[in-house]
């Protein structure tokens, strides 16, 4: 995706929801999406988070963005209910669904690993995309190409020592995305597939590595072309693939 060129107006009219906007990869993918012309549902678990992003792309001359809180936690489908429905009243459709919420507390060992922990890594990581996916797809089906993406990795592939339920999770988000892929490859307008963006300077790198040179590493900004291509017309007709950059 290093040398694919978006169209100015790839995004023109777009309607697309992004969770875990509030920083790293989330709030990249959100001011590049704005950049070529979405209207940016912003969605993170606290809304005072979303400020300066939602300030920044107004200042900027993008489509005035929405802001979504959503607990991922401690949602249920229930609770979800309102969300597609106050979309549709509000913007009227969803073109795009990216999930780039994620959440790794520690490194651990099985042996030490605390159940409660790895039941709140699973329902972050792998429950709540779930849920949400589900109550956004009426709205999804309902649009003329509509996309999700789920942000993947490496570990989602090869198991790696210490990563826990992190790494479960990624595994199962893998499996979801190919599953839905297929379910929707024939009887509807979705495309569903996932990125790898391999590893970049992001808050929760820095939480769980504290002792690397944040500056080593490429910005969140650097893996944005891959998602900007699966959300726009250039990508009709391709679901269920894992881009790795």
């Known amino acids: 995706m290093e040398n694919y060129q978006p169209n100015p107006a790839l995004l023109a009219g777009r309607i697309i929801l992004v969770t875990g906007a509030a920083e790293g990869i989330g709030c990249a993918v959100a001011m590049a999406c704005a950049r070529y012309g979405a209207t940016l549902v912003l969605s993170d678990r606290e809304q005072r988070n979303l400020g300066p992003l939602y300030d920044e792309l107004?200042?900027?001359?993008?489509?005035?963005?929405?802001i979504l809180p959503l607990d991922l936690e401690r949602?249920?489908?229930?609770?979800?209910?309102?969300?597609?429905?106050?979309?549709?009243?509000?913007?009227?459709?969803?073109?795009?669904?990216?999930?780039?919420?994620?959440?790794?507390?520690?490194?651990?060992?099985?042996?030490?690993?605390?159940?409660?922990?790895?039941?709140?890594?699973?329902?972050?990581?792998?429950?709540?995309?779930?849920?949400?996916?589900?109550?956004?797809?009426?709205?999804?089906?309902a649009?003329?190409?509509?996309?999700?993406?789920?942000?993947?990795?490496?570990?989602?592939?090869?198991?790696?020592?210490?990563?826990?339920?992190?790494?479960?999770?990624?595994?199962?988000?893998?499996?979801?995305?190919?599953?839905l892929a297929e379910e929707t490859r024939d009887s509807s307008n979705i495309r569903v597939n996932g990125i790898d963006p391999g590893v970049v300077r992001t808050g929760l790198r820095a939480r769980l590595y504290p002792g690397e040179d944040p500056s080593r590493l490429p910005g969140a900004e650097t893996v944005t072309r891959s998602y900007l291509y699966l959300l726009g017309p250039d990508a009709v007709g391709i679901t269920g693939r894992r881009l790795p950059l």
């Not at 107004?58 to 929405?66: C, H, I, N, T």
């Not at 229930?78 to 597609?84: A, D, F, S, T, Y």
């Not at 790696?160 to 990624?170: E, L, N, R």
């Open 143 to 179: 649009a003329d190409d509509a996309s999700v993406i789920f942000t993947l990795d490496r570990i989602g592939r090869r198991g790696a020592a210490y990563w826990g339920a992190y790494c479960a999770a990624k595994f199962g988000i893998e499996g979801f995305m190919q599953t």
């Open 75 to 141: 949602m249920d489908n229930k609770g979800l209910q309102w969300v597609p429905e106050l979309i549709g009243r509000e913007l009227g459709r969803l073109d795009g669904l990216v999930h780039c919420a994620a959440f790794a507390p520690f490194l651990s060992r099985i042996d030490d690993y605390d159940a409660t922990e790895w039941e709140r890594v699973l329902r972050i990581n792998l429950t709540a995309p779930f849920l949400l996916t589900q109550a956004c797809l009426p709205l999804l089906r």
């Open 58 to 66: 107004e200042a900027g001359g993008a489509p005035e963005p929405a």
